[in-house]
């Protein structure tokens, strides 16, 4: 199977457990969602996909081969995380040197050629870089690397809206070129909603949900109306959240919509991505409240 599965896969530091029996896979040629909010458990799950730290139990699998200091996956997978792994004195097309040399996948003229576009100094030193520049040089490598998974973590720190919005015109580009899975770990939800396929939702360092965005759509859904036509509506639905003013209400739903009441003045609309996961995420789970 040409996936990452992650099986049954627990880590913990002292007393927090990061991840708990996490299991999941990211199918070859989609583009995901990783979402969830700080400390919820995505970095430390990138972390030991990459293999930067080593899972307490279970196991990552890529493309079948298991992934725990296998240098058989070394050209299957790239992360770009926030930390900076790169040495900060060296120029950054001294980097891309590195680079190449230590990925045989590495597009070095690709690379320039992005640098161009987002207007990078090649010439200065990784350290002289302003953040936004920083996070560019590591979308640039991740761009021109032509492995199958690639995975980025909050991708466009500190970049302004032109710079973002030149990424995610660039991340389909090559979607489109050359098939590839990439992965989207971000807080920006609104903003890669209608470029992802797939969402993968962390909280508490376990999944509360994988589903595509299409499903969700046609799954999720609000009903907004009186307090006490809401709350009969939404008698033995799954009700993940629910907000109040006055004596109206509007509850958030997953499941099949099911018709009005006759003469009912209850009125549905879809749920978008950005409410689902505050929604999901804000009593840590999808029951019913």
Known sequence: MNAIEIQNVTKRYKDVTALEDVSLSFAFGKIYGLLGRNGAGKSTLINIIANRIFADSGEVRIDGIPAKENMGVHEKLFCMSEADLYDRDLKVKELFKWTDRFYDAFDSDKALALSEKFNLDIHKRFKALSKGYQSIFKLIVALSLRVPYVIFDEPVLGLDANHRELFYELLLEEFETGERTFILATHLIEEV???????????KGKVLLQESVEALSETGYSISGTAQEVDSYCEGKNVIGQDTLGGMKIAYVLGEKAALPQGSN???AAIN????FVKLTEKGGNGNE
């Open 193 to 203: 909603a209608n470029l992802i396929e797939e969402v993968v939702l962390i909280d």
């Open 266 to 268: 209850l009125q549905i």
């Open 273 to 276: 991505l950005q409410k689902l």
